[in-house]
């Protein structure tokens, strides 16, 4: 695609890569390499392969139908569309903490704002939140776009330097008598479901796309063509996806076998994951490394603030008003800010709660977005027929075997966790 169409149609899939790299690259991607070596790096290229048809089906929608896929949900019944909304309001205030949480450690390590008013531990989350917020309020998708456009190029340049010193490296050297972990015991069983559920990201998230697909032309003025939105949606997601082996190696050639477990705590870790880079690598790409890590982070809690704030108020315009005053209000700003302010005062008081538990935090928020995954995978394939979307845009066959193949996939692990977690 030439330069000129790519830049009117460029935003959606950056502001998915952005969310996608964060938790599951960042920790969940390092911490599978650190613990694991490569033994998990199956899981990784399966879960970003099974998962691809469900946010692709979003995207494709959005631009067929001019509706997001929630009014997709709507058209299939009320049920669909309150299972949809129970989830995102289970899920959104463990995910918004999750990442808040990861986020602020990283900040701290990299400005040291813990010791600007060490009596009041949440600072730090206050701040990020409040900014966050701010940036939502006041500039909206516009001014989303485009911040989220140069923490991209901050994030994929930084990230890649980081890979290559490490790569250059090569492997630590492992610690006298270390035995290798075992994958298939209660604790790798459960780790594993924890890294699938946000590998790249949550299935549920799906339907962000398109809210950001249809936002993206409101705010242009430009409709691109199916093939257009789909490349584009397609770089950002496979940016995602490739990083995600990017951090499995890091975290494999400067952490596994060193003998040292990961703190539990957000800054410890943060802390941690910084330190094993600028000791083997060298002091002198502290900055690098930290930068690299805040920006990730950074440009994923915008990015989730706005999806899950943007989702509700859909979900909550469709559930509650009739077809036609839906239709008519698309994208209510009151809404929109109110969803953002219970969004983020459910989150801030997660974390109060989870504050020296960042891992069972994680990993909580993590397993809830793969078990609720079948569901709404389901509901994106029924939406991909001559019922709901014209001829042109039916997905290829090998699109829909790969979407079956997937359904498998995330519900077997699924009953598979429930077994292991239940037995």
């Not at 989870?354 to 394939?381: G, Q, R, W, Y």
Request: charged share 15%; with cysteine.
């Amino acid at each position: 695609m030439k330069w000129e169409k790519l830049s009117k149609v460029l935003g959606p899939g950056l502001l998915f890569a952005s969310m996608a790299i964060g938790v599951s690259h960042l920790v969940q991607s390092t911490r599978a390499g650190a613990n694991y070596g490569f033994a998990l790096i199956w899981i990784v290229i399966a879960a970003n392969i099974f998962k691809y048809p469900f946010f692709e089906y979003a995207s494709r929608y959005a631009i067929d139908t001019g509706e997001s896929m929630i009014d997709g949900y709507r058209r299939l019944g009320k049920v669909p569309l309150w299972i949809y909304l129970i989830v995102t309001v289970c899920s959104m205030f463990f995910v918004m903490a999750a990442i808040g949480f990861v986020t602020v450690g990283f900040m701290d390590n990299l400005l040291g704002l813990s010791q600007w008013w060490p009596s009041f531990k949440l600072f730090p989350t206050l701040l990020l939140f409040g900014v966050c917020c701010l940036i939502l309020f006041l500039g909206k998708f516009n001014l989303l776009d485009g911040i989220i456009k140069i923490i991209g190029i901050v994030l994929l340049l930084s990230t890649l330097l980081a890979f290559v010193l490490t790569v250059l490296h090569g492997p630590i050297e492992k610690v006298e008598g270390f035995v290798a972990p075992d994958v298939f015991d209660n604790a790798g069983l459960l780790f594993i479901i924890a890294l699938m559920g946000w590998m790249p990201t949550a299935v549920d998230m799906c339907t962000w796309s398109s809210l950001w697909t249809l936002e993206k032309i409101k705010t242009s003025g430009y409709r691109p063509t199916l093939k257009e939105s789909l490349f584009e949606f397609n770089m950002g997601y496979w940016i995602a996806g490739g990083l995600s082996l990017c951090f499995v190696t890091m975290g494999a050639f400067l952490m596994y076998g060193s003998g040292i477990k990961m703190p539990a705590g957000s800054a410890a870790f943060a802390n941690q994951v910084i330190t094993f880079y600028t000791r083997t690598i060298g002091d002198w790409s502290y900055i690098i490394i930290a930068a690299s890590a805040f920006s990730i982070m950074f440009g994923t809690s915008i990015a989730v603030f706005d999806g899950y704030a943007r989702a509700l108020e859909r979900t909550l315009e469709l559930a509650f008003m009739s077809e036609e005053k839906a239709a008519a209000a698309l994208h209510d700003s009151k809404i929109y800010n109110l969803s953002l302010a219970t969004l983020a005062i459910g989150a801030f008081l997660i974390i109060a709660l989870f504050l020296e538990h960042f891992k069972v935090l994680v990993d909580v928020a993590t397993t809830i977005s793969f078990l609720i995954a079948p569901i709404v995978a389901v509901a994106n394939m029924r939406l991909m027929t001559k019922k709901y979307i014209s001829e042109a845009a039916i997905p290829p066959l090998w699109m829909r075997i790969l979407s079956y193949a997937g359904l498998i996939f995330l519900t077997g692990f699924a009953l598979f966790f429930l077994v292991v977690k239940l037995g």
